[in-house]
């Protein structure tokens, strides 16, 4: 088994990366939470969140709160082992 093998490229970009160190921590997010807490834009934090959920890493729940639109998102017990790989993985590398 080689060194890199636990690295996934689905966290390779920072925002997902991002996505992912908050989800694992809290139980859930919204999107305006996350969105300042990661600096990003309306657009990035939705098509990095998609890929995400296309892996079903995560969960995405739409409701209303009154009349606004909510969504909120959730790490799957599947993104939570697929990124702690990821972070063993990291911390073997830099361990070499």
């Not at 799957?76 to 939570?80: E, F, Y």
């Given at each position: 088994m080689g060194i890199i093998d636990n690295i996934n490229k689905l966290f390779d970009h920072r925002i997902r990366l991002g996505i992912m160190s908050?989800?694992?921590v809290n139980e859930s997010a919204d999107f305006v939470r996350l969105k300042?807490?990661?600096?990003?834009?309306?657009?990035?934090?939705?098509?990095?969140?998609?890929?995400?959920?296309?892996?079903?890493?995560?969960?995405?729940?739409?409701?209303?709160?009154?009349?606004?639109?909510?969504?909120?998102?959730?790490a799957?017990?599947?993104?939570?082992i697929e990124f702690k790989k990821h972070i063993t993985a990291l911390e073997k590398l830099i361990k070499k």
């Open positions: 908050i989800l694992v300042e807490l990661l600096g990003v834009t309306d657009g990035n934090l939705a098509s990095h969140a998609k890929a995400l959920e296309k892996a079903e890493y995560i969960k995405v729940e739409k409701t209303f709160i009154g009349r606004k639109p909510n969504t909120r998102y959730y799957t017990k599947q993104g939570k």
